[in-house]
């Protein structure tokens, strides 16, 4: 028994130690440092205690008041979007019919594309001189193209279009498996009592897919908190930081400006959010609170 123990320690112990080297130690690391000022263009300062200054400056910070706010209105409209489009292409999915398979390997390739690329290519087709965008709507009259990428209140809106497009195929991907643990005997029944395809769809789907919508929101609402490739690619946070989104506006603190205390705070407030969501969620996934919101 000692034995065996000590061999299942002796496995583990490499996944552990590196999950500890590059998660934990990265988390406290930040932690530690958001007490410090320490800025990298002046490092003869040092590494100064600053107890929970750099928190208490980051409430009253209205550029990050204003890059949180960005990033809500971001989640807020990204999230459901791509829930209600990824549900309707699972729904899809699910069915029968040739070509099936085709279909779903099509439907994943946006997500399979790394998300660099994918927001190169959104900053083509939204430019202002040669894009798909302005094509589109003026044809070859170029006196007339705008710049999307350059006017604050398209900017926000060209990044949600390009986020919606990739990760739409993650969410439709987590409903799909949902969809499929759904006994097919369960829609016989429904018909064999003369329900409607709406309440077969109200009253066997929704409540038996529940796990996997709640599942795909906080995955989703998770990496909308923290996206950052597609504003560091398409904008640069601008113009006028229309688009300068709190994980974004945490870098550039951190990397640009060398304030690394300042930004591990941000980093912290990003870290913390997500913690509490993952809360929330394992809370609604309990078997009892499931049942009773189904019921």
Not at 54 to 68: E, G, K, M
Not at 175 to 202: C, H, M, N, R, V
Not at 216 to 223: M, Y
């Amino acid at each position: 028994m000692k034995g065996s123990r000590r061999l299942a320690l002796i496995f583990v112990f490499p996944s552990f130690a590196f999950i500890s080297l590059f998660t934990f130690y990265p988390i406290f690391e930040s932690f530690r440092l958001s007490f410090y000022r320490l800025i990298l263009t002046l490092p003869w300062l040092g590494q100064k205690m600053v107890g929970w200054q750099n928190y208490s400056d980051l409430l009253t910070d209205p550029v990050a008041i204003q890059s949180l706010e960005t990033t809500l209105i971001f989640i807020v409209v990204t999230v459901p979007s791509e829930l209600l489009i990824g549900f309707g292409m699972a729904l899809v999915m699910n069915e029968v019919f040739l070509g099936r398979g085709l279909l779903r390997a099509i439907v994943l390739i946006p997500w399979a594309i790394p998300t660099v690329v994918s927001s190169q290519m959104w900053r083509f087709i939204f430019n202002d001189r040669y894009g798909l965008v302005n094509f589109i709507l003026f044809g070859g009259d170029t006196s007339r193209y705008m710049a999307p990428l350059a006017d604050p209140t398209f900017a926000l809106i060209a990044i949600m279009i390009a986020e919606i497009w990739k990760t739409a195929p993650f969410a439709a991907l987590i409903l799909l498996a949902g969809l499929q643990t759904i006994p097919g005997e369960l829609y016989e029944a429904a018909s064999a009592d003369g329900a409607t395809q709406w309440q077969k769809f109200s009253r066997v789907t929704l409540p038996l897919i529940k796990p996997a919508l709640l599942l795909a929101l906080v995955f989703r609402t998770i990496d909308a908190l923290r996206v950052f490739d597609l504003v560091f690619v398409m904008t640069q946070g601008g113009p006028a930081d229309a688009t300068n989104v709190f994980q974004f506006y945490g870098y550039k603190k951190t990397f640009a400006e060398g304030m690394i205390g300042y930004g591990s705070a941000i980093a912290v407030g990003v870290f913390l959010m997500s913690l509490t969501l993952s809360l929330a969620y394992m809370r609604l996934l309990k078997p009892g609170h499931l049942e009773e919101t189904t019921l």
